[in-house]
T-cell receptor
Framework: KNEVEQSPQNLTAQEGEFITINCSYS?????LHWLQQHPGGGIVSLFM???GKKKHGRLIATINIQEKHSSLHITASHPRDSAVYIC?????????????FGKGTKLSVKP | DAGVTQSPTHLIKTRGQQVTLRCSPK?????VSWYQQALGQGPQFIFQ???????QRGNFPDRFSGHQFPNYSSELNVNALLLGDSALYLC????????????????FGSGTRLTVV
């Protein structure tokens, strides 16, 4: 079993739809990252959260430390949201810079 | 305020050659981590530099080495290049408060695309 599991792997939505991407993990963590990567491009850090909920524009991230689960929501999705969304977390508490990554969720938003 | 800058953006090298990739961290950041992302795969941690020393290392051979300078910028060196070293190399910078605490402001660069032929 992978340490970080994301679902779904692929997601196609119509513009305006509400999107949810899920991340489950098996290691103990202090913080979880949600990242965005466009094809062939670098990675943009969307959120780092260790509890509760964070919101930035149309993006919302939640985390439940007890259940070892996090979700990324996109409200009113737009074609420019099309990208791969990745959750990542430190391999251990003492190695905060050594991130392990989920396989990513490829989101395609159709106009 | 510039974010993390990496150079070059693209690079083509021949098998057996050596390559140096560069990373300038975001202003105020003191820690640099390097990742290798093969096509279609998630990034894999190579190593992390803090206070000019390698602080953590992933499962990469000694052909991969690095350096951090007093201004916190960093280099990744790969010797004796193999075809399998072709990948996107990502640098991320952050601010280390305490080894046991989440790193602050984790920010990725756009990467260097290395092709080994």
């Amino acid at each position: 079993k992978n340490e970080v599991e994301q679902s779904p792997q692929n997601l196609t939505a119509q513009e305006g739809e509400f999107i949810t991407i899920n991340c489950s993990y098996s290691v103990g963590i202090s913080a979880l990252h949600w990242l965005q990567q466009h094809p062939g491009g670098g990675i943009v850090s969307l959120f780092m959260l260790s509890s509760g909920k964070k919101k930035h524009g149309r993006l919302i991230a939640t985390i439940n430390i007890q259940e070892k689960h996090s979700s990324l929501h996109i409200t009113a999705s737009h074609p420019r949201d099309s990208a791969v969304y990745i959750c990542a977390l430190p391999r251990s508490v003492g190695s905060q810079g050594n991130l392990i990554f989920g396989k990513g969720t490829k989101l395609s938003v159709k106009p | 305020d510039a974010g993390v800058t990496q150079s070059p953006t693209h690079l083509i090298k021949t098998r057996g050659q050596q390559v140096t990739l560069r990373c300038s961290p975001k202003s105020g950041h003191d820690t640099v981590s390097w990742y290798q992302q093969a096509l279609g795969q998630g990034p894999q941690f190579i190593f992390q530099y803090y206070e000019e020393e390698e602080r953590q290392r992933g499962n990469f051979p000694d052909r991969f080495s690095g350096h951090q300078f007093p201004n916190y910028s960093s280099e990744l060196n790969v010797n004796a290049l193999l075809l399998g070293d072709s990948a996107l190399y990502l640098c991320a910078s952050s601010f280390l408060v305490d080894p046991g605490l989440p790193m602050l402001g984790y920010t990725f660069g756009s990467g260097t695309r290395l092709t080994v032929v």
